[in-house]
């Protein structure tokens, strides 16, 4: 059977409805990924994260080494993996970080239950690290099968492209969507002779704003540029509110938030309710990273109480 070269899916033609599904056996790509690839236009696929939990058992049984992906600003959930292979923690777009931040010290920062092998930061837009992430793979892998996983929109599909582009035997690229589960099922992607990179379906983050937000939300939601950290002085009551996505109810404070550059942030000096929030009442702590999945974070100067707002669906967690 052939697969799709963008997505991984099993090519089929006789159902337009389900994944896979081509004009012709000889076609390279499937129809769904053609759309996504030519015109930009998404088909939605049922993505309940149960497929990545089974290829991670059949990825453990491999033993082979693992390039899990993510960003900074979804660094806390890393552990949900549970994979007892090898990993090399890949934090991508390093382009849209704050060059204030100091990368060691942040590397060293990052803690999990992994077998992690090694950290680095790289940025697929501007080549930044990939020499250096090759030479971790070649030094770690057990053979040349290397997996790649991690959360949906992570940058997978765009770490795998470059390195095709950079070091690869073929000129396809796989499929990259800023939407939920562009990759279907494992895909095989030979880079060299001594190297294929396995893409995997994205797990899906629960509790993460990109759920429950659409294509043109997400392009304002997800950073393409460095981002600016906005810092406000809290001297009394007041409310701050992040776009149409979070509100904080707070006192007496120092806060930075690091969020996308094109999201739009007011201040109200009284407490102000949207119909459609959940509300928590929270404590924060002195330096404390408030983390609100999927939007980036917030970081506490002092220790207070503050009441959050976020859409229903939505989580938060905290780190620091």
Same mark, same amino acid.
């Given at each position: 059977m052939t697969k799709c070269l963008g997505c991984g899916a099993l090519m089929q033609c006789e159902d337009k409805n389900k994944e896979g599904y081509t004009r012709s056996l000889d076609n390279k790509f499937c129809e769904r990924c053609f759309q996504i690839k030519h015109y930009n236009k998404y088909s939605f696929i049922d993505a309940d994260g149960k497929r990545f939990l089974e290829n991670v058992k059949e990825i453990e049984k491999t033993g082979d080494l693992v390039l899990l992906v993510t960003d900074f600003l979804n660094l806390d959930d890393i552990s949900k993996f549970k994979i007892k292979n090898p990993v090399i923690l890949v934090i991508t777009k390093r382009d849209i970080m704050p060059k204030s931040f100091y990368e060691e010290r942040f590397l060293n920062s990052i803690k999990c239950d992994l077998n992690v092998?090694?950290?680095?930061?790289?940025? *697929?837009?501007?080549?930044? %690290?990939?020499?250096?992430?090759?030479?971790?793979? %070649?030094?770690y892998k057990r053979s040349k099968n290397v997996y790649v996983a991690g959360f949906t929109n992570a940058g997978k599909s765009s770490l795998i492209n470059k390195f095709l582009k950079n070091y690869g035997n073929r000129a396809e690229e796989i499929t990259t969507s800023i939407?939920? *589960?562009t990759t279907i099922d494992l895909n095989y992607i030979s880079i060299t002779d001594n190297l294929v990179l396995?893409?995997?379906p994205g797990l899906i983050d629960?509790?993460?704003i990109y759920n429950l937000v659409s294509g043109d939300e997400l392009r304002r939601i997800i950073p393409r540029t460095e981002i600016r950290p906005i810092i406000y002085q809290v001297k009394s009551l007041q409310t701050m509110v992040i776009d149409k996505y979070a509100s904080l109810y707070l006192?007496? %404070?120092?806060?930075?938030?690091y969020m996308s550059n094109d999201l739009k942030i007011n201040?109200?000096?009284?407490?102000?309710?949207?119909?459609?929030?959940?509300y928590y009442d929270i404590d924060v702590l002195e330096s404390a990273d408030l983390i609100i999945k999927g939007l980036g974070f917030i970081r506490f100067k002092k220790s207070g109480k503050v009441r959050l707002g976020l859409p229903k669906g939505v989580l938060y967690t905290f780190r620091g």
């Open positions: 092998v090694g950290k680095i930061l790289v940025s *697929s837009k501007n080549n930044y %690290n990939l020499d250096a992430l090759l030479e971790m793979i %070649n030094k939407l939920p *589960s396995i893409d995997t629960e509790g993460s006192d007496d %404070n120092n806060i930075t938030i201040r109200f000096y009284k407490e102000r309710s949207t119909d459609n929030f959940k």
